[in-house]
Structures are given as C-alpha cells and as structure tokens.
C-alpha cells in the first residue's frame, strides 16, 4: 500500500532546491506525482504531490524535515485516500482588469456563494503595452456544482466584472477534454 502526501516548501531561491526533495522522495522509493512551483519574491515556492510506501512513510517524513537545516522549509500533510469522485464539470475563468486591491477577494466571494471550487488559480502583474499601467491577470480551473448553469455562472461573474471594472471570461475547459 501507499500513502499520498503533499509537499509544501519554500526556501531562499538557488539552484538546487528541487533536487534536494527529489533526491530525499528517490531514496525512500516514493514517486513525484505532480507539482507546481514558482520564484515570487526571491523565494522559491512550491507544492508536491508524492505516493510513499506505507512502511518507508516515516523515513521519508525524517528525511525531508532534514532539509531545514538548509533552509528550506518544508510542511508535509497525509493525504486523503482516492475516493471515487464523481465527475465534476470544469470550465475555466480568464480575469484581466486594472490592478487594485481586492480583486482576488471579490471573485472568491462570487465563487464561494454559488458552491464553485477552485481547482486551479494563477495570477500575476503585466504593464499594459501602451500605458504602462499595472494590469492584474489571472487564469482559474473551476469546478461547477452540478446544480450550477453555466450561463448563471456567467451572468454572476458578468454583474461583479461591471462592479469592480475587470474583464472576466468564462468557458468550457479545453484540458478535461
């Protein structure tokens, strides 16, 4: 049997910081599932998802905590076994609007009240090419309760684009396909 884990980690950024947790999930024979990771601030970021042996798990958790002393910082949480899920429809969002603050929070609160889960966001600051001006972007995975029209989301996410003055697109999404 195995256990899932999931990986948090952030240290100062330099080479090497990803092979030191490759090299500690390697040696106790457990497999890198999926991740997601990314420089913000001088700092390296991440998030790991690995399948453990159950009798290596407590080795692996001993070896990875090894790396504080290198300043890497790591959290690691026991997953959840694989339950049968049903399936869920996932559209994706597109926001681009001038930056101020806010934005993320007004969204999350439209998406939160309508029971859509968030399966995926990445964000970030672009000049817009003419102006200058900072111009916030993100890009969302979302998944629709089933009881949700798509055409609803849409009309919720259109009335909270004209109140907080942001482009918001939504539509089916292309990966699930």
């Known amino acids: 049997m ?3 884990l999931v990986l948090t980690f952030v240290g100062d950024d330099r080479p090497g910081l990803v092979n030191a947790i490759s090299e500690k999930v390697a040696a106790s024979g457990a497999t890198w599932l999926e991740s997601r990771s990314v420089r913000l601030a001088g700092k390296f970021a991440g998030v790991v998802l690995i399948s453990v042996p159950d009798d ?4 692996l958790e001993l070896s990875l905590r090894d790396l504080a002393h290198t300043g890497l910082r790591i959290a690691i949480e026991r997953g959840a076994a694989a339950e ?5 429809r996932i559209v ?9 603050p806010g934005i993320v929070r007004d969204v999350t609160q439209t998406l939160t009240r309508l029971g859509v889960n968030i399966e995926e966001f990445m964000s970030g600051l672009e000049s817009e090419p003419f102006t200058g001006a900072e111009m916030f972007r993100a890009k969302a995975r979302l998944s629709v309760p089933e009881g949700l029209d798509l ?3 849409r009309k919720a996410l259109e009335r909270l684009a004209g109140e907080i003055m942001v482009d918001l697109a939504v539509g089916e999404d292309a990966s699930r396909s």
Do not use: F, Q, V, Y
Request: proline share 8%.
């Open 56 to 59: 290596r798990l407590t080795e």
């Open 2 to 4: 195995t256990t899932p």
């Open 151 to 153: 055409d609803n989301l």
């Open 92 to 100: 994706s969002l597109g926001i681009l609007g001038r930056e101020r």
């Open 84 to 88: 049968a899920e049903k399936p869920a």
